[in-house]
């Protein structure tokens, strides 16, 4: 039995009238950049994710680059992120000159630990930027109440988390800007790269809205230097077929997610395999099914071997990276995230996943300890 990571046919199948239906209008309209899709697609975000502003925008990395320009983040600032994470959110600061400052991830959910990020604020820090990774908040409270009483904005990277929650309001809707990606494998994606940037400022709003096209109001008169950071048409058309599924996929994905835990209780696996935490007062979307186990390296091998598809987020954490070796981190800085790197696999964990695939995944993981 083949076990792909991710199946993206089965969705598309499901809809494929629909998606077709939405490229040929938008075809037929001759309207591939702004224009009423992009304007609807808005509209409908702001409201699934409770937000007064929604800004559609070419992906999730030019999200987070937008987001700190917005705050003219440039060189000198100094913006705290997370080591582990994907690379966008700590490349984005250092392509505006500023110097991203590294902490440690808490073990058990991924994500920043809050008060390494509390404890590593200076005079020069001018954001700091918790992930919501593998699709779970980060422990927002304390970092949000450390930023405001300092008055550092916080930008939540919510790329892999549309829909979460934290006590109650969705991600993206509790920093001064949160950054969202309609990357294909997300679990509301795109046919290509699209992403968003929402906010409850009106003057954050406005001025992405100026950044993702030049900066420029009206045409050809330019009141900032911005760039092409447009979510194309066809995108955004595609995107407002798939929303209205987004809450079943989602809660699909859950069942998965609760799936996999009889299973590898049924097996006897709980001690040899690590499975996700769900922290209190957050809601997990399971944008990435991401155990840790012994031997990583070679379990996957033996997957792959059995075509069950796995992938590894993420091998190097950002302190080790060659790109980053000018700041001046050594091994061992940061030994959670070091050891997250050594010790997680994503499995499958998609909503069209069967209860067999599931099943054939934890025989094999049984099999190979």
């Not at 304390?142 to 930008?155: F, G, M, N, Q």
């Not at 892999?160 to 509301?188: D, E, M, V």
């Not at 929303?243 to 996929?249: G, I, N, T």
């Not at 609760?258 to 001690?271: M, Q, T, W």
Request: glycine share 8%; aromatic share 8%.
């Amino acid at each position: 039995m083949n076990v792909p990571l991710l199946d993206l046919d089965a969705q598309y199948r499901s809809l494929r009238g629909e998606l077709l239906a939405a490229i040929t209008r938008v075809c037929d309209s001759q309207r591939f950049i702004h224009g009423p899709e992009v304007e609807a697609l808005e509209r409908e975000l702001e409201s699934y994710l409770d937000i007064a502003h929604a800004v559609g925008v070419s992906s999730g990395t030019d999200a987070l680059l937008m987001a700190l320009m917005a705050l003219e983040i440039g060189p000198g600032d100094e913006v705290i992120t997370p080591t582990y994470s994907f690379f966008a959110t700590a490349g984005a600061v250092a392509r505006l000159g500023a110097r991203p400052v590294f902490v440690d991830i808490d073990p058990a959910t991924y994500n920043i630990d809050a008060a390494a990020a509390v404890a590593a604020i200076t005079p020069r820090t001018r954001a700091i930027v918790p992930v919501h990774l593998f699709g779970q908040s980060a422990d927002l409270a304390p970092v949000l109440d450390a930023a405001s009483r300092r008055s550092i904005p916080v930008i939540e990277d919510a790329a892999q988390a549309i829909g979460a929650t934290y006590q109650g309001r969705p991600l993206g809707s509790l920093g001064a800007i949160g950054c969202f990606s309609f990357f294909p494998s997300k679990n509301l994606g795109a046919f290509g790269d699209g992403g968003l940037v929402t906010s409850t400022v009106e003057a954050h709003a406005r001025r992405m809205r100026l950044l993702r096209n030049h900066g420029m109001e009206p045409k050809y008169y330019h009141q900032l230097v911005g760039g092409n950071f447009r979510l194309d048409a066809l995108q955004a058309a595609v995107l407002r077929v798939k929303l209205p599924h987004l809450a079943s996929w989602t809660a699909a994905r859950q069942r998965n997610a609760g799936r996999y835990r009889s299973l590898f209780s049924d097996a006897g696996l709980e001690g040899t395999v690590q499975l996700p935490l769900e922290a209190p007062d957050r809601t997990h979307i399971y944008n990435q099914f991401v155990v840790q186990v012994p031997d990583r390296d070679s379990l996957r091998r033996y997957l792959t071997e059995r075509g069950i598809g796995t992938e590894i987020y993420y091998p190097v954490p950002f302190h080790l990276q060659a790109c980053f070796a000018n700041l001046g981190y050594k091994k061992g800085a940061f030994p959670a995230a070091e050891a997250a790197a050594t010790k997680s696999l994503a499995l499958p964990i998609y909503g069209e996943l069967s209860e067999a695939q599931q099943a054939h995944v934890v025989l094999a993981i049984r099999a190979f300890f």
